[in-house]
């Protein structure tokens, strides 16, 4: 493997003689900070979101269809053309400014969404969304690879799920408390234009977003470790139409394709989880108070407070979890997600079984626990075998099928619910005793061909 260069686009830091410069503890830990309250955001956004999703349904006028359409799939539909192009920006300029300009635009189209006037300018800023955000975590990824050796760089990938674990355990003790004071909020003007007092939530929750842009741009950009010789090398002659399809990550594909028995097993495993996943993140709230008939305090309290708990328990105890299969399996990443799939299936199942609200919400929360533990060697599983050159559109291809198929989710299971079952709970339970087993099948399968590439890699000295 050649030696590690600075890659074009501005990257600081000089190459050491045969070796890489790494950035000082503080400056690597201030960048994960920064990285982490922009997660954090992200995540709360969403989870705020769906606790206003009521007050929505009822101001707008709108079936469950919709409801689940404008939360999940109207995210997605600009992420599906520039999702991927966006991921490789990581690999080609200073990560900093693009972290710093996805989370400027993701605090723009929060602010946007609290100022919608119908259902079809809601569309319009949700579109977005993602698309502002896909190059958040494509970027994260590489710049943290970067920043922290190889012997620190899983308890980095464990720190950051901070942001995750703050977004969607404080999301519902937040946005609860925020959702049940907005109702005593005056609906005024904003701009000129009428604000149902509930859109006043979204557009306090951009602000932090233009602050973590700001931070962005303080963070030092590490030395890449990518080697140049690995990368896709496009002449300078070449036609506009071969590097379009550089751009687009068609190159990367062809990587992807080439290991397909490492990857395919992955990426629909999480497809397959993410459905659900981010389908119950939408609905639970609804589902608890259709099913029991509480309110969005009582459902943020129950589930966020446990969720926190059970968070950090996944987070330590995953990290502690992996490292120990690693000093007995290659395929420890992969097989401590497998586990983790399990867990999560029966206990998502379990709370949609439970006839207690309370308890309902206790074991909903008690999911992220199993859900945290497995993201670590996920995350860390993709960045092990992924080509250094190609590794944020690798990364952003993984991410694609994250953030696609969890976004249909909502709209999967809303559509069951009004078209199928005519009940949100059932049609919550169908797609869990379907999807999350699948899941888990498909994770076992690639516990095998992730050992073969880690010992491969290893006998190249990689």
């Avoid at 799920?161 to 109702?183: D, E, N």
Wanted: positive net charge; hydrophobic residues 55%; glycine residues 10%.
């Amino acid at each position: 493997m050649a030696g590690p260069v600075i890659a074009p686009g501005g990257d600081s830091g000089v190459a050491a003689a045969g070796g890489k410069v790494w950035p000082s503890a503080g400056a690597a830990y201030w960048a994960l900070a920064v990285i982490v309250l922009a997660t954090f955001m992200s995540f709360l956004d969403q989870v705020v979101f769906g606790m206003l999703a009521e007050n929505i349904k009822r101001d707008f006028d709108l079936t469950d269809t919709q409801l689940g359409f404008l939360a999940g799939p109207a995210t997605i539909i600009c992420y599906f053309f520039v999702g991927i192009p966006l991921g490789r920006l990581a690999d080609i300029y200073p990560r900093k400014l693009v972290l710093s300009a996805s989370a400027g635009i993701i605090g723009l189209l929060i602010a946007l969404s609290g100022m919608a006037q119908s259902f079809a300018q809601f569309v319009g800023s949700r579109v977005f969304l993602a698309a502002g955000g896909s190059a958040h975590a494509p970027s994260s990824y590489s710049l943290l690879t970067d920043a922290f050796p190889p012997r620190v760089l899983t308890r980095a990938f464990a720190l950051l799920q901070l942001g995750f674990i703050g977004g969607t355990t404080l999301g519902p003790i937040i946005g609860g408390r925020l959702v049940k004071a907005s109702a005593g909020w005056n609906s005024e003007p904003f701009l000129g234009l009428p604000i149902h007092s509930w859109q006043w939530v979204l557009i306090y929750l951009a602000l932090p977003s233009f602050i973590a842009s700001v931070l962005f741009l303080t963070v030092q950009e590490p030395q890449r470790l990518a080697p140049r010789g690995e990368g896709v090398q496009v002449p300078q002659d070449a036609g506009l139409l071969r590097k379009i399809i550089t751009f687009m990550g068609f190159d990367a594909a062809r990587a992807i394709h080439a290991g397909g028995r490492v990857y395919y097993p992955m990426f629909a495993a999480l497809a397959l989880s993410a459905v659900e996943s981010f389908g119950i993140m939408f609905w639970r709230v609804p589902y608890l108070m259709r099913e029991f008939g509480w309110d969005a305090k009582q459902i943020g309290d129950a589930i966020g407070l446990t969720a926190l708990i059970a968070s950090i328990l996944g987070m330590v105890v995953g990290g502690v979890f992996v490292e120990w299969l690693a000093k007995r399996y290659k395929d420890a990443n992969i097989r401590a997600a497998f586990l983790c799939f399990c867990g999560t299936t029966v206990v998502i199942i379990t709370a949609l079984l439970i006839p207690d609200p309370f308890w309902s919400s206790v074991t909903f929360g008690c999911a992220a626990f199993f859900g945290i533990a497995g993201a670590v060697p996920q995350n860390a599983a993709i960045q092990r075998v992924a080509p250094n050159a190609m590794r944020g559109q690798i990364t952003a291809f993984y991410l694609f099928m994250f953030t696609f198929f969890g976004a249909m989710g909502s709209w999967f299971i809303g559509a069951i619910s009004d078209h199928v079952t005519a009940n949100l709970g059932q049609a919550i339970l169908i797609t869990a005793c379907t999807l999350l087993p699948l899941a888990a099948f498909l994770m076992f399968r690639a516990i095998r061909p992730y050992r073969e590439e880690v010992e491969r890699l290893e006998a190249e000295g990689r």
